[in-house]
């Protein structure tokens, strides 16, 4: 029995041996598989439109004119999420954005990439609920929250709420809060904002817009602005298949061209520009202004902010100037707006000119819109998914979507949109109304002004000291920019 024992001892520790020498290669295996994985999907989220190449508001890349919307979307493989980034959390940040979605949106990438670089953990951000569109609205009625949360696991760390303790002390009001000065480098940040994190551990920022410099900054800052804003921010599904119902609709029936028509109540009574309003307009636009105390311009001179190129093109001077630019009347316009003010009065003449105007109203029943009423950011968003798919995009005032809208175009390769120079074609307008000006001469003097304003490859203008009169990041990220475009275009 003493020799069995023994020899029977021996085999367990052959066996043994054996098996802790496959359980070793299988580790092995294991952790070359992952890296390889790991790798791979890296190499897959190089900087540039393939990083959208899950997004499914993004249709294709190439030249929508020729694009079509099929019915069945081809599956895409399920991605590998990204490995968590491991860093010493010095703290926690909570943000509450202001004003509309598109500068919310560019407010939310600019939180991240600050959460980022200071080490911080980010909460998900608080949605404006108080400006003048009282849009009650949370991120996630907005954006995926789960995918935002996930796609930038590999860079901070972003979590729904507060631990439960600190939620606690935030809810009876123990927290610092603070604007942050606008247009700050990001070592602003690092030497004001990080101390006060680490020492109260929460800190809120309670407004978000533009404070973080358009230039300047290091190239991981501005690229991973553009990631959060190309790949993080995805709608809901909810959102997107809409948007993709919408552009379908569109689609069926030919080209069609995006305006954003900047023409609503509220933008007239903040810019003070009332060309073509009666005097009751005037007056109810000039009550809206006063009653907003953070519209800090009461007293405007509406005639000559328009002569500098600071009003919104009315709907007579678009149509006028649509036509210079022989936009074919046979196309779509879709009307990515709110409420037109003044109503059909203020539309008969672009109506006359583009008969087939459209809106998200006219081309899906009021039952898919029901969810979507009174929260007009999320109205904003389905604008949004399809201007980015529009055969040529045109803003009539350089507002927050205009901007970033541009900026995603450029990103989806250089989409053509027509940036209108308001100043010079008031001045062509009135010359022609004037009879100083033939049809033929001022149609040429608007296509000769516009030839090089259709988002083509450019830098941003840079001012030193004056960041409001420069290129805003958003409407021209040329860091995130693929090179190959810039090349082919210069050709």
Known sequence: MGVMKGGGGGGVEKLKSSRMKLWMIRATTSVLLWTCIVQLTALGETWGPRVLKGWPSCFSHQDSSISVIEDKVPSIPARVLPPKRVYKNNGYLMVSCNGGLNQMRAAICDMVTIARYLNVTLIVPELDKTSFWADPSEFQDIFDVDHFITSLRDEVRILKELPPRLKKRVEMGLVYSMPPISWSDISYYHKQILPLIQKYKVVHLNRTDTRLANNGQPLDIQKLRCRVNFNALRFTPQIEELGKRVIKLLRQNGPFIVLHLRYEMDMLAFSGCTQGCNNEEVEELTRMRY??????????????????????????????????????????????????????????SLAKAYPKLVRKETLLESSDLRFFQNHSSQMAALDYLVSLESDIFIPTYDGNMAKVVEGHRRFLGFKQTILLDRRLLVDLIDQYNSGSLSWNEFSDAVKETHEYRKGQPTKRLVIPDRPKEEDYFYANPEECLQPSYVELSST
Do not use: F, V
């Open 291 to 348: 009653a907003y105390p953070w519209w800090k311009e009461k007293i405007i001179n509406s005639d000559l902010r328009r002569k500098d190129g600071l009003c919104p093109l009315t709907p007579e001077e678009t149509a006028l100037t649509l036509r210079a630019l022989d936009i074919d009347n046979s196309y779509q316009i879709y009307i990515a707006a709110g409420e037109i003010y003044g109503g059909e009065r203020r539309m008969a």
